[in-house]
Structure formats: structure tokens, C-alpha cells
């Protein structure tokens, strides 16, 4: 009987369980962008927001970048004039 809730407890956390969908991300991000926090996203070298674009990244989102450093070290540049709003909470940090 013990084994049998213990079962049905884990299905019913199954649905909280589900791990974010992994987003690579690369290059010039160049429109009005949402990274949501449904979402994990991996930088995959410098990504840049361009002059004229928005990068709007909602609270609880979180973005990592690929190993490596020097030439091959991963970030995220806004350029003159591009945007970035981001504010998280103490419950749902960036």
C-alpha cells in the first residue's frame, strides 16, 4: 500500500517536475525579442542586442552561457542604442 501512494504522489508532482526547454541563442539579436521563463537560454558566444531592438526577459528566466573564454567565452552585449528590460523578484530571479 505504502509503494502505491508513494507512486501516486510522483505522478502528481510529475507535471512540477518538467524541466524548462533549452533555447540556444547566437548572434545579433536585431527585433523586439521576449525570453520568457518557460524557457532556459544557453548563450552560444557574444550575443549582441542591435541599435533599435529590445530584449524584454521576464522575471524567473534563466540564461547561462556555453563554456569557454577569451575568444570563445560567451555574453550578452546590448550596442548603443539597443534595449534591455529585465527586473526579477526575490522570488524569481534573473
Same mark, same amino acid.
Request: proline letters at 3%.
Given at each position: $500500500?505504502?509503494?502505491?501512494?508513494? #507512486?501516486?504522489? #510522483?505522478? $502528481?508532482? #510529475?507535471?512540477? $517536475? *518538467? ?30 542586442? *542591435?541599435?533599435? *531592438? ?21 555574453? #550578452? &552585449? ?12 526575490? &522570488?524569481?530571479?534573473?
Amino acid at each position: $500500500m505504502r509503494k502505491r501512494l508513494q #507512486l501516486l504522489a #510522483l505522478i $502528481m508532482l #510529475l507535471p512540477f $517536475m *518538467a524541466l524548462h526547454a533549452q533555447v540556444t541563442v547566437s548572434g545579433t539579436i536585431t527585433t523586439d525579442t521576449e525570453w520568457t521563463s518557460d524557457n532556459e537560454y544557453v548563450l552560444d558566444g557574444v550575443v549582441f542586442v *542591435a541599435s533599435g *531592438a529590445r530584449l524584454f526577459i521576464e522575471a524567473g528566466t534563466v540564461i547561462k552561457g556555453e563554456d569557454g573564454d577569451g575568444n570563445s567565452a560567451s555574453a #550578452l &552585449v546590448v550596442s548603443r542604442g539597443g534595449q534591455i528590460f529585465a527586473e526579477g523578484t526575490p &522570488v524569481n530571479p534573473i
